[in-house]
């Protein structure tokens, strides 16, 4: 294997270096997808449906005929669009298609799309498009969806099951027979990322070539899909995306929208504008999370798991989204014997279609309601047994003597702090409830609770069990200019999570360069190579080992010059500050921009046999990745497999119902730490999302399909007064498969939270016996859980 | 101020923006945010809700904190408006804008103006302790940081201890 290290002491690597790409976002110099500005562009209103499901038919003439309307389409004016491909084999086939054909399945699906001189001519006359709906039959939970007679959403489909995968295994029944079982059953709700910039996109047709900006996490993958349903060469296609208002996983799929704005701009030959608003954004960009799981863990006499079984229930929306929504599952599935030595599991699955809102993505992906399971099931193990749940989990956690361990689903787990992480953030947590008791005593509506939760984090996934398709690379071209200064360009992205920071420290110091000198491009299928953008913590670990891979053969160049010019063996040779030079030397040196002059302008000066040039792509594929599940289930799914343990002491009121959190600790171990503050803003965002997630924000639906949460009154996204301080301390165990020990770390914050805050409220509340069985824990749920504490949640 | 009689669909407006007076012929239901990014291509404004609960598009409006998107184009009549690009110095930030990029109290950026916006607009001593920085910050939402720095770095732009 290419040599992956930095090219000598780290100068940057490891320190508080301030990002690069702020200054811009603070004065107003960003550009968002909103932001681009194009002569003669024009705007796109899409009509959507306010039923949830019926048969559609559509009239477009009076909406035609605005003052100001340039076009208005229906599904059956996009001839040339082909259906979005079905690649999961294993999956019922959507055959999803940007307009609704005939039929409506939730609310907010696209139905036409109004292009006027501006948004405001647009949505008149979106008001002006006469759609005519058939009503049917509405199914929203598992027990319509999955009833004998329920109405169908597919009618190509047996039933409204889109995954079907039940798994009995011989070794984990031999397991159960004799041992006492203990079940629980835990539901997630709908909620979802939700970033401050909704989606929006922009396209151009010019020369032949189709421009698309558009807010999104993968450009090259929104560009390969548009080659497969729009009538144009990938090579004709350059798909950019601008600063990204965050992405959580709502922006790696590839929308209705991207493919309507882009055949708008070739079908009328001018740009195309869509933005979306707030609205929409909350029943057209994705849902996530409604799981239930249902678990059993067969234990021994002391507690000790010995066997898990999940049977993961999860709804997916009406389906209607590409990448396909279902792998979330799959994910949860991986992490239903935690961070412990528990030898056997069986999962199996049961995903079904309902009349909302497509679920697909969110940070997470589906290890925190996992997590929600497995941490409360323990807890319950421990109840019932009458053990200790803090001592049953010493003995369950991975010990260091265990590595490399494979769990009983197949992660690969090769390096971390399992023991020392959960030692840590008890010490910490029990510190913080002793203060937390004294200074409430005496309160008598208020109850204090500990809770804690331990996690492993799959890290830089393979993208194929959600596509179908694309796997795991990622891809960094690095050129040396004759100045000298450096240009690298990735394949992955940012959506603010300090990605572009990353690449630039990463490549200085694995070429010996000052920060200053090296540019980032980001984010555009023109200057970028292939790569799967930004997503499931893997920019650092893939999109870093592509930058390593592609600066040890520029070193590798630069040696051979630079002992060529200095009359010295390569061996003698340092690259640091610039230069290249002799070792305990520092005057016998050589600039990189000689270097580069050498290499690009006279080159002359090369040695013999060397040809002209400084640039190098690289594609890294991490090693121990698999893309395929085997007959039991199993497959190492992530490429490196992090760890953390949260704790946290709420207050509750009793006689209100509220929660508040009064202190949050998270130990971290994500193996080195490229960029300390960067890492800790990825923890306390993380954590800050899903403490949302658990309290306060769902996507709540009536019986008939409707959405409750259409705006920021109803859909609470937490402020500064709802997130406490959150206190972090790291370990960092590297991981010995990875380069320079790297894992991610990007969506491990938000594994945490529903745990957590699950078991401190039933600490706080012990006295009446509850259980937490369901997410949100609002305060409505807290008082009824006071009046009947042992009812179980739907 | 401009008098109605009769409903009209167009009307003139004249106002300050960023201490340079502008004029333009508005629609009468043209958002203030829009006219802003649109009209006046500033688009260091940013629409995150569009109804007045984000926060992304606060502006100063005669130096009090508004949002821009429920206001309208022509409501800014007469008055003095303060964007992004209006606290920016010619080169580099200011002490608000240095110590959110010292204290790494952004990501991405999205909702960063609007917060630099409300913390310009306010009064430090009317929010003299962690708790009322909490507050003063409540009306403007970030889903990336968790707040914990964005709190960090108020307290550093306003000269005080940072634990």
Same mark, same amino acid.
């Given at each position: 294997?290419?040599?992956?290290?930095?090219?000598?002491?780290?100068?940057?690597?490891?320190?508080?270096?301030?990002?690069?790409?702020?200054?811009?976002?603070?004065?107003?110099?960003?550009?968002?997808?909103?932001?681009?500005?194009?002569?003669?562009?024009?705007?796109?209103?899409?009509?959507?449906?306010?039923?949830?499901?019926?048969?559609?038919?559509?009239?477009?003439?009076?909406?035609?005929?605005?003052?100001?309307?340039?076009?208005?389409?229906?599904?059956?004016?996009?001839?040339?669009?082909?259906?979005?491909?079905?690649?999961?084999?294993?999956?019922?086939?959507?055959?999803?298609?940007?307009?609704?054909?005939?039929?409506?399945?939730?609310?907010?699906?696209?139905?036409?799309?109004?292009?006027?001189?501006?948004?405001?001519?647009?949505?008149?006359?979106?008001?002006?498009?006469?759609?005519?709906?058939?009503?049917?039959?509405?199914?929203?939970?598992?027990?319509?969806?999955?009833?004998?007679?329920?109405?169908?959403?597919?009618?190509?489909?047996?039933?409204?099951?889109?995954?079907?995968?039940?798994?009995?295994?011989?070794?984990?029944?031999?397991?159960?027979?004799?041992?006492?079982?203990?079940?629980?059953?835990?539901?997630?709700?709908?909620?979802?990322?939700?970033?401050?910039?909704?989606?929006?996109?922009?396209?151009?047709?010019?020369?032949?070539?189709?421009?698309?900006?558009?807010?999104?996490?993968?450009?090259?993958?929104?560009?390969?899909?548009?080659?497969?349903?729009?009538?144009?060469?990938?090579?004709?296609?350059?798909?950019?995306?601008?600063?990204?208002?965050?992405?959580?996983?709502?922006?790696?799929?590839?929308?209705?929208?991207?493919?309507?704005?882009?055949?708008?701009?070739?079908?009328?030959?001018?740009?195309?504008?869509?933005?979306?608003?707030?609205?929409?954004?909350?029943?057209?960009?994705?849902?996530?999370?409604?799981?239930?799981?249902?678990?059993?863990?067969?234990?021994?006499?002391?507690?000790?798991?010995?066997?898990?079984?999940?049977?993961?229930?999860?709804?997916?929306?009406?389906?209607?989204?590409?990448?396909?929504?279902?792998?979330?599952?799959?994910?949860?599935?991986?992490?239903?014997?935690?961070?412990?030595?528990?030898?056997?599991?069986?999962?199996?699955?049961?995903?079904?279609?309902?009349?909302?809102?497509?679920?697909?993505?969110?940070? %997470?992906?589906?290890?925190?309601?996992?997590?929600?399971?497995?941490?409360?099931?323990?807890?319950?193990?421990?109840?019932?047994?009458?053990?200790?749940?803090?001592?049953?989990?010493?003995?369950?956690?991975?010990?260091?003597?265990?590595?490399?361990?494979?769990?009983?689903?197949?992660?690969?787990?090769?390096?971390?702090?399992?023991?020392?992480?959960?030692?840590?953030?008890?010490?910490?947590?029990?510190?913080?409830?002793?203060?937390?008791?004294?200074?409430?005593?005496?309160?008598?509506?208020?109850?204090?609770?500990?809770?804690?939760?331990?996690?492993?984090?799959?890290?830089?996934?393979?993208?194929? %069990?959600?596509?179908?398709?694309?796997?795991?690379?990622?891809?960094?071209?690095?050129?040396?200019?004759?100045?000298?200064?450096?240009?690298?360009?990735?394949?992955?992205?940012?959506?603010?999570?300090?990605?572009?920071?990353?690449?630039?420290?990463?490549?200085?110091?694995?070429?010996?360069?000052?920060?200053?000198?090296?540019?980032?491009?980001?984010?555009?299928?023109?200057?970028?190579?292939?790569?799967?953008?930004?997503?499931?913590?893997?920019?650092?670990?893939?999109?870093?080992?592509?930058?390593?891979?592609?600066?040890?053969?520029?070193?590798?160049?630069?040696?051979?010059?630079?002992?060529?010019?200095?009359?010295?063996?390569?061996?003698?040779?340092?690259?640091?500050?610039?230069?290249?030079?002799?070792?305990?030397?520092?005057?016998?040196?050589?600039?990189?921009?000689?270097?580069?002059?050498?290499?690009?302008?006279?080159?002359?000066?090369?040695?013999?046999?060397?040809?002209?040039?400084?640039?190098?792509?690289?594609?890294?594929?991490?090693?121990?990745?698999?893309?395929?599940?085997?007959?039991?289930?199993?497959?190492?799914?992530?490429?490196?497999?992090?760890?953390?343990?949260?704790?946290?002491?709420?207050?509750?009121?009793?006689?209100?119902?509220?929660?508040?959190?009064?202190?949050?600790?998270?130990?971290?171990?994500?193996?080195?730490?490229?960029?300390?503050?960067?890492?800790?803003?990825?923890?306390?965002?993380?954590?800050?999302?899903?403490?949302?997630?658990?309290?306060?924000?769902?996507?709540?639906?009536?019986?008939?399909?409707?959405?409750?949460?259409?705006?920021?009154?109803?859909?609470?996204?937490?402020?500064?007064?709802?997130?406490?301080?959150?206190?972090?301390?790291?370990?960092?165990?590297?991981?010995?498969?990875?380069?320079?020990?790297?894992?991610?770390?990007?969506?491990?914050?938000?594994?945490?939270?529903?745990?957590?805050?699950?078991?401190?409220?039933?600490?706080?509340?012990?006295?009446?016996?509850?259980?937490?069985?369901?997410?949100?824990?609002?305060?409505?749920?807290?008082?009824?859980?006071?009046?009947?504490?042992?009812?179980?949640?739907? | 101020?401009?008098?109605?009689?009769?409903?009209?669909?167009?009307?003139?407006?004249?106002?300050?923006?960023?201490?340079?007076?502008?004029?333009?012929?508005?629609?009468?239901?043209?958002?203030?945010?829009?006219?802003?990014?649109?009209?006046?291509?500033?688009?260091?404004?940013?629409?995150?809700?569009?109804?007045?609960?984000?926060?992304?598009?606060?502006?100063?409006?005669?130096?009090?904190?508004?949002?821009?998107?429920?206001?309208?184009?022509?409501?800014?009549?007469?008055?003095?408006?303060?964007?992004?690009?209006?606290?920016?110095?010619?080169?580099?930030?200011?002490?608000?804008?240095?110590?959110?990029?010292?204290?790494?109290?952004?990501?991405?950026?999205?909702?960063?103006?609007?917060?630099?916006?409300?913390?310009?607009?306010?009064?430090?001593?009317?929010?003299?302790?962690?708790?009322?920085?909490?507050?003063?910050?409540?009306?403007?939402?970030?889903?990336?940081?968790?707040?914990?720095?964005?709190?960090?770095?108020?307290?550093?732009?306003?000269?005080?201890?940072?634990?």
């Amino acid at each position: 294997m290419t040599d992956l290290r930095l090219a000598g002491r780290p100068v940057y690597f490891g320190a508080r270096v301030a990002r690069v790409e702020d200054d811009r976002l603070l004065t107003g110099q960003s550009t968002y997808v909103a932001d681009v500005r194009l002569p003669g562009m024009v705007d796109v209103a899409i009509v959507r449906s306010v039923f949830a499901h019926a048969k559609v038919s559509v009239n477009v003439d009076l909406a035609r005929a605005v003052d100001g309307v340039l076009d208005v389409v229906r599904a059956a004016d996009l001839q040339d669009v082909s259906e979005y491909p079905d690649f999961i084999t294993y999956m019922q086939p959507v055959k999803g298609f940007p307009l609704a054909r005939d039929k409506v399945r939730y609310v907010g699906s696209p139905i036409a799309a109004v292009v006027a001189e501006d948004r405001y001519v647009a949505e008149d006359a979106a008001e002006a498009v006469e759609v005519d709906y058939d009503e049917l039959p509405v199914v929203t939970t598992a027990g319509s969806a999955l009833a004998e007679d329920a109405p169908k959403l597919f009618d190509h489909w047996p039933d409204n099951r889109i995954v079907n995968l039940p798994l009995e295994l011989d070794d984990v029944e031999d397991v159960f027979r004799g041992r006492r079982v203990v079940r629980g059953r835990y539901s997630t709700h709908r909620h979802s990322g939700v970033p401050m910039e909704t989606r929006g996109c922009v396209a151009e047709y010019r020369d032949g070539r189709l421009t698309l900006w558009t807010s999104a996490q993968s450009p090259h993958i929104v560009r390969t899909t548009l080659s497969y349903v729009l009538p144009i060469a990938e090579r004709d296609i350059r798909v950019v995306a601008p600063d990204v208002g965050g992405g959580f996983g709502v922006k790696t799929h590839i929308y209705p929208e991207e493919v309507l704005v882009s055949w708008l701009a070739i079908r009328l030959g001018r740009p195309v504008r869509w933005i979306e608003d707030r609205a929409e954004h909350l029943v057209a960009s994705n849902h996530a999370r409604e799981h239930t799981l249902e678990m059993e863990a067969a234990v021994d006499d002391d507690g000790t798991i010995r066997a898990v079984r999940c049977h993961l229930l999860h709804d997916v929306g009406s389906g209607e989204i590409f990448m396909p929504g279902i792998c979330p599952s799959f994910v949860a599935g991986s992490h239903v014997a935690g961070a412990y030595r528990i030898p056997l599991a069986e999962n199996s699955y049961t995903q079904y279609v309902t009349n909302k809102t497509p679920s697909g993505a969110y940070r %997470g992906f589906g290890a925190p309601e996992a997590y929600f399971a497995v941490e409360q099931l323990v807890e319950k193990v421990a109840r019932e047994v009458g053990v200790n749940a803090i001592d049953l989990r010493r003995r369950m956690l991975l010990r260091d003597e265990d590595l490399p361990y494979t769990t009983a689903t197949g992660g690969i787990i090769d390096s971390g702090s399992f023991q020392e992480s959960f030692e840590r953030a008890l010490e910490l947590g029990r510190e913080a409830e002793a203060r937390r008791r004294e200074e409430h005593e005496g309160e008598t509506n208020v109850r204090i609770g500990f809770g804690i939760a331990t996690y492993l984090e799959g890290t830089a996934p393979t993208y194929f %069990g959600t596509t179908g398709h694309w796997t795991s690379h990622d891809s960094a071209t690095i050129r040396i200019e004759p100045d000298g200064s450096a240009v690298v360009s990735v394949g992955v992205t940012t959506t603010g999570q300090g990605t572009t920071t990353m690449a630039a420290v990463l490549t200085a110091d694995a070429l010996g360069l000052p920060l200053e000198r090296v540019r980032v491009e980001i984010g555009d299928t023109d200057s970028c190579p292939y790569g799967l953008g930004g997503w499931g913590s893997r920019s650092t670990v893939t999109g870093g080992g592509a930058i390593l891979k592609a600066a040890a053969t520029i070193r590798e160049k630069v040696l051979r010059i630079a002992a060529h010019r200095l009359e010295v063996d390569e061996a003698d040779l340092v690259i640091e500050e610039g230069n290249v030079h002799v070792v305990g030397s520092a005057d016998r040196a050589i600039t990189m921009g000689e270097i580069g002059t050498a290499a690009w302008v006279r080159t002359l000066d090369l040695p013999p046999g060397v040809d002209p040039g400084l640039e190098a792509v690289a594609t890294y594929d991490p090693p121990l990745l698999q893309h395929v599940a085997d007959e039991r289930g199993r497959m190492n799914g992530a490429a490196a497999w992090a760890n953390a343990t949260h704790a946290a002491i709420v207050k509750v009121d009793v006689d209100t119902g509220v929660v508040e959190i009064l202190d949050y600790v998270v130990v971290h171990d994500c193996g080195p730490m490229v960029n300390p503050p960067i890492l800790e803003g990825q923890v306390q965002g993380g954590v800050a999302q899903e403490i949302g997630g658990t309290l306060y924000e769902h996507m709540a639906y009536t019986e008939d399909g409707q959405p409750l949460a259409t705006t920021f009154m109803d859909y609470l996204i937490p402020s500064a007064t709802e997130i406490p301080e959150i206190v972090i301390e790291h370990f960092e165990s590297p991981s010995p498969n990875m380069p320079l020990g790297l894992k991610g770390a990007g969506e491990g914050g938000c594994l945490g939270p529903p745990a957590t805050l699950a078991n401190a409220v039933v600490d706080a509340l012990r006295e009446f016996d509850v259980e937490i069985t369901a997410l949100p824990i609002t305060p409505a749920v807290i008082r009824d859980k006071i009046r009947s504490p042992r009812r179980v949640d739907a | 101020m401009n008098t109605v009689s009769e409903p009209v669909e167009m009307l003139e407006i004249a106002l300050t923006v960023n201490g340079v007076a502008r004029s333009a012929t508005v629609p009468v239901r043209k958002l203030l945010s829009d006219f802003i990014r649109e009209d006046l291509q500033l688009t260091g404004t940013h629409v995150g809700c569009e109804h007045g609960v984000c926060g992304a598009c606060t502006i100063l409006v005669d130096g009090d904190p508004v949002r821009s998107c429920i206001m309208l184009a022509v409501q800014a009549d007469g008055r003095e408006l303060t964007t992004v690009e209006g606290i920016t110095p010619e080169e580099g930030l200011n002490p608000l804008q240095q110590a959110f990029k010292d204290h790494h109290g952004l990501q991405c950026g999205f909702c960063t103006p609007g917060f630099l916006m409300t913390i310009t607009g306010v009064d430090p001593d009317e929010y003299p302790d962690e708790q009322s920085i909490r507050e003063m910050l409540s009306g403007n939402l970030c889903r990336c940081t968790g707040y914990q720095n964005i709190v960090t770095a108020v307290k550093a732009a306003w000269g005080r201890p940072i634990e």
